[in-house]
Structures are given as C-alpha cells and as structure tokens.
C-alpha cells in the first residue's frame, strides 16, 4: 500500500467522490493505515458523509483541508475542475500528489495547464469507468469501484511516485488499472458512454413529445428501460462531458448517423440481406462484449 | 377460468411459447383443469419441452396437434404466420379460437386476411409485451409474463367470447390484458420498442468497425451494457419486425434523426441552453417510466 499513512482528500463528495470514500474506509484494517479527508461546498454534506463512514474529518473550507492532504483527488464536475484547481492552488503541500475522476482528460490537462502553466508532474489524470444514474453524496456505494476499470493517462513527465500512489489506492477499491493517452481515452469514452447517453437522452426526448406523449412509455417493456436507464443520470455532468470532449464526441457519432441511414435504406427497400448482416454482425459482436464483462468478473 | 376443460395448442416452441406453456402447467392446479399441447418443427424441440414440462403432449406434426386444439397460440416469427395459417387451416377444429404473440399486428391482420378472405372472428390478435436477449426452447421462463402487459387487437366483429378466453388465458399466467387498435399498436411498439433494438443493433454495429476495433469493448461498462444488451436478441425475429411494421418504424426513426439533428447541432455551437434542456426533459420522462414501472409491479 503505498499511500500508507497518507492523508486522502477527496475534493467533491457527489457520487463518485463518496463512493471512493466509503470504499476506502470499508477495506482499511487499521485506522493508522491513512486518513480520508473530504470537502463539499455544503456543510450539510459533509456532515452526512461523516455520519455515513464517508470520511474520516471533513469541512465545507477548501483551505483547511487541502493544507493537510498528501493525496487529493478531485471528484468535481468535469467545468468545475479549472476552477478548482485555482482555488487549491496556494494551498498545496510540498510533494502533494493530484489526481481527478473526471470523463474527458483532454479537458483536465487544458485546465490544468491554464492554472500552473504546464502539467504538474505530481498530477496524474485518471477516470473510473464506472457510475450510476443516481447522483450526491446520499448514492455513494463502496462497490461501486470493485472490478470497474479505472484509467490513468499520465505522461512522460509524470512521477513515477505519483502513478504509484494513484495506481495502489484504485487497487485497493478492487479496481483494475489500465494506462491510456488522453487522446484515445477521449476517443474510447465517446464511443462507449458518451454516445450511448448521447442516443438515450434524445430517444426519451423524441417519446416524450410524440402525440401520444406518454401514454406510451406505459407500453414500454424491459429492452426499453435497460435502453434509457441512462437517460436519468446527472444531467450537469452529461453537459459538460458533451462539451468537453465535443469533437471526438461528433466524429463517432457522425459515423453512427452514417450506418444509421444505411440501416434505414435497407428497410425502406426491403434488402434482406443488408438487414440480416447488420442485425447478426452486432448480436456477434455484443456477445463477444459480454464474454469480456464475465470474464473480468471472473478474475 | 373460461379455458376450463380446454386443449390450448402452442404452436412455435421458442422463448415466447415454450415460456408461455410453463407458465401455465405452473399454475394450473388439476391436471383435469386444462391441457397444454405443443407443436415445434423439430422432434427434438417437443422432446425438450415434455421434459421440461412446457407441454402435457407434443409433436412434430401439426396436423395431429391443430385437431385436437381448442385454443391456438401462434408463437411463430412473424414472417412465418402465413404459412403457418395456410397450415393449419384445413385441421382447424369447429368453434377453434385462435391468437398470436407477433410483434406487428397489421401483418397478422393482412396475412389472416389473405389465408381466410377476411379476418376469422375466431381470431383475436395479441401481443405480449415482454421478451428477452436469450431465444428458443432452453430459455422457457414461467414468470416471463408476470406483470407485463399483453395488448390485444380485436375489432368489431371479433367474437367475445373468444376475446374472453384469450384474456383469461393471459391473466392466468400473471399479466395485465389491455385492449388498442392494431394501427396505435403498431405505432406505439414503433416507438417503444422496435426503435430502440434498431440502435443497439446499429450502434454496437458501428462501434465494431472503427479502427480500435473490439479493444473498445474492453473499456465499455454498466451504461453501455445496458444499452446495447438487446442488440443480443434474435435476428430472425428483428428482421421481420423491423420488414412489418416499415412505416410506423420509419416514421419514428425520422423523428428521431431529426431531434438528434438538433442535439448534434447545439454540441456543435456549444449552446448550453438548448443542451441542458434536452437533458433535464429527458431525465424528467425517463424518471416519469420508472414510476410507471413501478405503480405496475406494486399492483
């Protein structure tokens, strides 16, 4: 464990940031292990994740914590995190070590840029693949890293130290850390969360305004509810991750709208053959997805 | 009970069928009650289900199983509901009421039209809105239609005496009857159901043909699992689905291309109003389906 007696702040304590709290505190064997620090704007917050075994000291003054913390990591919503880091900056320890959760990397190195003129070498940028539709501090849930994947994207700059450091407390969530360029992270997280919650938000848009409004969501069975589930989650985190990550986002989903109008053509002119590829290619290849999901649960 | 005494004849062994016919040898409570009779193209597929008690008897000949029958459930791909009716037609015995579990009830209507010259008023069209990623005889669940809606579409010369047992039939194994048009059926199942297996298929398609190939898939999770699960499902029974019910699908999907239009264009200009918007609407519908879902089950 290298993060053995290290003070742990955790800068936001919305879903993610609780649920790494909670699942720190939950595997520690001893409190000297380390300590879990936690800060939100609110007080009420705080107190709640102090009641709820969340953190083990926490405050609603960003001062007063990060002047103790050895490990911070940012839990804020993707256009919060310039403006976070200038708030935490004057108050950073020597050999302090950054990390982050948020969705678009691309955007956390511009920011961090803009605020210390270059990236840090103690900063390693990372994102847990891993949330819920619930949101706040009230939906944390200690598993909620246990064999998720996290990814880190630092560069050649990084310390080595603070990779490890990093590295070692997801290890020790029970998630399993895989290394990225920022660049084919963005690409990657486009085309597996951020246009399939792109499709859920509008395909739930278009029911809702048909004339039949919605009656028809009465209708709706299980394929339409797995289909939409993420239709409900936070909806300031889903504006920023469109925003942030904009162009990789539009690349992948100009190319679905393309197949889209290809499939549409098929059926407009009965095409069989065209159909049934499309249809059979795709059940193939989402069997093949979830043989990659059983065996990481398996591991 | 108004199927007392009856032979319901399931003709078509495979998820829906095989489900439908455990789902009632599970509940029936005498033997003497009602029988169950099973017809499947494959002696091997009848073996399956005997021992899986889904059927008192069965066979692969269809001729031996429609004289016995009182009620018949077509439980066939929909492209095959001709062909079966021109089947069973010469067999079918006086007084027989017949039903369907196919996804678009205008072409159950067209092809009865076409077998019989019009459509029997022995004949009540149905839809059992539930289903599953896994098909065939092997996948048979006896709680498949526990509190899921069956749409039923007679019309005005439908007998109601056979609409009644058919109801009954239904209500037996757990789930709720309500009655629509076959026109609003088509329309709604359009927008509810067979858009979304539409963009799981196509978008699962996309994501498999990028550059990064299947790597993707190892950096996808719960969202995503979600979303695309119903890209799984039977190929045979999508193609037709998607083949019969054309225009309402079309229909619903320019919708859709249209809205989605307007998203991609407002990430485009970084038009936050209009983004969160789109998000907030849909979050608040889909959190409107889970109350729904959720008033039905506590029924």
């Known amino acids: 464990m290298s993060f053995y007696n290290k003070n742990i702040l955790i800068v936001g304590l919305g879903l ?33 994740a102090l009641q709820n075994k969340i953190v083990d000291e926490g405050a609603a003054n960003l001062e007063q914590m990060v002047k103790q913390a050895d490990v911070i990591v940012l839990c804020v919503p993707m256009l919060s995190i310039e403006s976070t880091l200038e708030n935490i900056k004057p108050f950073l320890k020597e050999g302090v070590i950054l990390t982050d959760v948020g969705s678009v990397k691309d955007e956390v190195i511009r920011a961090s840029k803009k605020v210390f003129g270059q990236m840090p070498r103690f900063f390693v940028p990372g994102h847990p693949i891993a949330g819920a539709e619930k949101s706040g501090v009230l939906a944390a849930n200690s598993e909620l890293y246990d064999c998720h994947q996290v990814i880190l994207t630092p560069d050649i700059y990084t310390q080595n130290e603070a990779f490890k450091v990093v590295e070692s407390i997801w290890r020790f969530v029970g998630a399993h850390v895989v290394e990225m360029s920022v660049e084919h ?27 039949e409004n919605r009656e028809i969501f009465h209708y709706a069975a299980g394929g339409f509810r797995d289909f939409t589930r993420i239709a409900a989650s936070d909806t300031t985190m889903w504006h920023d991750i469109f925003n942030c990550n904009k162009d990789a986002l539009l690349e992948v989903l100009n190319a679905f709208t393309d197949d889209l109008d290809k499939l549409k053509d098929a059926i407009s002119n009965n095409d069989e053959p065209v159909i049934k590829s499309v249809l059979s290619e795709a059940k193939t290849a989402r069997e093949y997805f979830t043989e990659v999901l059983q065996a990481r649960s398996n591991k």
């Open 16 to 48: 993610m940031g609780a649920s790494l709290g909670q699942a720190l505190l939950k595997r520690r064997q001893y409190e000297s292990d380390f300590k879990v620090l936690g800060y939100a704007r609110k007080q009420q917050t705080v107190d709640i």
């Open 185 to 211: 992270h963005d690409q990657v997280l486009a085309a597996t969360s951020h246009l399939p919650h792109l499709l859920a938000f509008s395909l739930v848009n278009t029911l809702n305004h048909r004339s």
